[in-house]
């Protein structure tokens, strides 16, 4: 669970009353009563906080619903700034704030080498035996964030137009694709590219990429009333996790 700053906040004084407490409870007789009632109020504090948290999240979640409502009904009408579109092309969604991501090595590691045993032979002249090779290897791949910008999604490709660079996806030309949880991140590589990208973003209540690519692929594949039901589906189902959320 990710606290919010205000909940750090809160547990940071909840811990400063310990330590007091602490303090009182070796020097004052009614210290003890203190340290004993401390612990029960960071329960509590505790307990709030979490549900504060998930309240919070409920509220982000029933705001991105409202947006798929929106387009369910068929109002896709975006604000993409300046974008051109080819003959056919039309464009579905635009997301802001997307972070682009690479699978990137950060360097190299070296290790196995011996520096061997050096001696004085002579005045001046000094001999190593015993030194043995190193192995330098390439440090395994992670996602590394290279830029932040937006997003637009059309019937026939993705274009990712940033601070310091510009992607673009032709979904004819995607060989695979996956996302995780809610869609927060969504991975693509295409046959033109050697390296997969990756689009971060999680901004209430802006859909996230999957979602986005669902609807998307939904209209290049039956138009805009595919589109449509694609994200009554996703509505539905996102209130039904909101749901059982809510239950527990």
Not at 223 to 234: D, I, L, P, V
Request: proline share 2%.
């Amino acid at each position: 669970m990710k606290l919010s700053g205000g909940q750090s906040c809160f547990l940071l004084i909840v811990l400063a009353f310990i330590i007091v407490g602490f303090q009182a409870a070796v020097q004052t007789p009614g210290g003890i009563a203190i340290l004993l009632l401390l612990p029960i109020a960071m329960l509590v504090g505790i307990f709030f906080a979490v549900r504060n948290s998930k309240r919070k999240h409920i509220s982000d979640l029933l705001a991105q619903a409202s947006v798929l409502d929106k387009l369910a009904g068929g109002d896709f009408s975006v604000d993409t700034g300046v974008f051109a579109t080819g003959e056919s092309e039309e464009v579905v969604l635009h997301l802001n704030n997307i972070t682009l991501k690479e699978y990137r090595s950060n360097g190299t590691s070296y290790s196995g080498g011996y520096g061997g045993v050096s001696f004085r032979v002579a005045k001046g002249v000094r001999a190593n035996v015993g030194r043995t090779a190193g192995q330098s290897t390439r440090n395994p791949e992670v996602s590394t964030p290279l830029d932040v910008g937006g997003v637009t999604f059309t019937n026939e490709r993705i274009v990712f137009a940033g601070h310091n660079m510009v992607r673009e996806w032709d979904l004819a030309k995607i060989v695979s694709m996956s996302s995780d949880d809610n869609g927060v991140n969504l991975e693509l590589a295409v046959s033109n590219r050697e390296k997969s990208s990756v689009l971060n973003g999680k901004h209430y209540p802006e859909l996230t990429p999957g979602m986005a690519v669902t609807i998307t692929l939904a209209w290049q594949k039956g138009g805009k009333k595919a589109a449509m039901e694609a994200a009554k589906s996703m509505a539905v189902e996102l209130r039904s996790t909101i749901a059982q959320a809510q239950a527990k």
